[in-house]
């Protein structure tokens, strides 16, 4: 039972908390600046500083930028050409402080 809510837990979360987001479900653009990350859609328009984050993981087909624990923003690595996939990769490891 500890396993789960240590490991299951946070991927339900996550599931859940896209199922229940309306406004993740539409086309959301993003640009990455000097300062931050600039969200795009038809319900958002935010402007995220770099210092915001606390740590980001990767698996084969998505970034994961954590503001906490529990909560966090997916960067899908489709969203990217080959050529913009290394460079944000790098600008991740710059600005976003590894603490796991």
Same mark, same amino acid.
């Given at each position: 039972?500890?396993?789960?809510?240590?490991?299951?837990?946070?991927?339900?979360?996550?599931?859940?908390?896209?199922?229940?987001?309306? /406004?993740?479900?539409?086309? #959301?653009?993003?640009?990455?600046e %000097?300062?931050?990350?600039?969200?795009? =859609?038809?319900?958002?328009?935010?402007?995220? /500083?770099?210092k915001?984050? #606390?740590?980001w993981?990767?698996? %084969?087909?998505?970034?994961v930028?954590f =503001?906490s624990p529990l909560?966090?923003?997916?960067?899908p690595k489709r969203?990217?050409d080959?050529?913009?996939?290394?460079?944000?990769?790098?600008?991740?490891?710059?600005?976003?402080?590894?603490?796991q």
């Amino acid at each position: 039972m500890l396993l789960f809510l240590q490991w299951g837990s946070p991927y339900l979360n996550a599931r859940r908390q896209f199922r229940n987001t309306p /406004s993740a479900h539409g086309e #959301i653009t993003l640009e990455v600046e %000097e300062v931050g990350l600039h969200f795009r =859609s038809a319900n958002t328009d935010a402007a995220v /500083s770099w210092k915001h984050y #606390i740590k980001w993981i990767e698996d %084969e087909s998505l970034f994961v930028l954590f =503001s906490s624990p529990l909560i966090f923003v997916l960067i899908p690595k489709r969203a990217f050409d080959d050529g913009q996939l290394p460079v944000f990769k790098e600008t991740l490891r710059e600005k976003i402080p590894t603490r796991q």
